[in-house]
């Protein structure tokens, strides 16, 4: 599958999968932005920090609005909150709406994907992989493509932290640098963002899945196709169509548009061989069934929980509210607010 139709489709609609996540957590334990060097010369976006000021803030709190998609869930007499997350976002985004925060508070422990603040889980990331495969993929000229993009990022790090990634997790975080052009950050991805209200909360954090295990999702099986999914990744942050992508999709999540989060398959330029079909499956359709058995264990063990897994799961016939369906539970949509 071309990585850059994947990322069209999983990330750049600013619904996450697995990677999105990946991403933001890799920017987290990273260190902060302000310590990298923006190139001589360079015009760079403004850093994340100096856009949660008090005055966006206030701002947000006095016309808190709500966002993405949620659902009730209830079974055995309690109930439990299943959300359609984004792995990026604005700093107004960082106070939730009403109906989300009540649906917080009424919450005994909250289950994500995999924790984007717990640094030793996180460790996988930071392997380097395989040197002689690393050396078949990263060419001069793929290299120097690779530097460019992170100087054009304002992201060159003068220790080289992000050099020693994975190959194709460069891109993917490099594609997440490219959106803040636009006033998106993954420092405001709302994982993150649950993840830290959990923490201020005393609330406890449940990973459904590990990032290892999401890391091997998107290992190519030879060099030749990942150095292919490489420069096709390089290609789109060059002529920058998946800037362009990645801000009309996060504009759908924020509306909670869910008519066309729905249709994606109409859309998302994912689904056109069998290749791509197959990895969609593997991605989503096969998933699901253990992010549902996590959030019903959890739920099972007496506790409220609200899981916050990528909008994407939650589309399909055996997507996450249909399984949990299936299990017993009644699902009453909150965000989209159901039509009357």
């Not at 998609?69 to 439990?80: A, I, P």
């Not at 079909?277 to 007496?302: F, K, Q, S, T, V």
């Amino acid at each position: 599958m071309k990585l850059s139709r994947f990322l069209r489709a999983c990330r750049g609609r600013g619904v996450r999968t697995g990677w999105r996540t990946l991403a933001a957590a890799v920017l987290a334990v990273l260190a902060a932005p302000a310590s990298w060097a923006a190139p001589p010369g360079a015009a760079c976006p403004p850093t994340a920090q100096s856009q949660l000021t008090p005055r966006v803030l206030q701002a947000a709190q006095r016309q808190p609005q709500d966002r993405g998609f949620l659902w009730r869930l209830e079974r055995d007499g309690r109930t439990s909150w299943l959300y359609g997350t984004l792995h990026l976002g604005r700093a107004a985004w960082v106070v939730p709406g009403p109906l989300l925060a009540s649906a917080l508070r009424a919450s005994d422990s909250i289950a994500l994907e995999i924790d984007p603040l717990d640094t030793e889980a996180m460790r996988p990331l930071f392997e380097p992989g395989d040197p002689v495969r690393r050396a078949q993929v990263l060419t001069p000229a793929r290299l120097q493509r690779l530097q460019r993009q992170w100087q054009a990022a304002c992201a060159a790090d003068p220790e080289q932290r992000h050099a020693r990634l994975q190959p194709l997790l460069q891109a993917t975080v490099l594609s997440g640098q490219s959106a803040q052009r636009d006033g998106l950050y993954t420092d405001f991805a709302i994982d993150l963002v649950l993840a830290g209200y959990a923490r201020r909360a005393g609330l406890p954090l449940v990973a459904l899945e590990s990032a290892q295990s999401q890391l091997a999702l998107f290992r190519a099986d030879t060099a030749e196709e990942e150095a292919q999914q490489i420069d096709e990744a390089l290609d789109e942050l060059e002529n920058g169509r998946l800037r362009q992508r990645m801000g009309e999709l996060a504009a759908m999540w924020a509306r909670s548009d869910w008519p066309r989060l729905q249709a994606y398959e109409q859309w998302c330029e994912c689904l056109d061989t069998p290749a791509e079909r197959a990895l969609m499956r593997r991605l989503l359709d096969e998933r699901n069934p253990g992010l549902a058995d996590g959030i019903e264990a959890l739920h099972a063990r007496g506790q409220r929980v609200f899981a916050a897994v990528g909008a994407l799961h939650m589309v399909g016939p055996t997507a996450l509210p249909a399984l949990l369906a299936q299990r017993g539970f009644v699902l009453t949509p909150v965000l989209p607010a159901p039509l009357r």
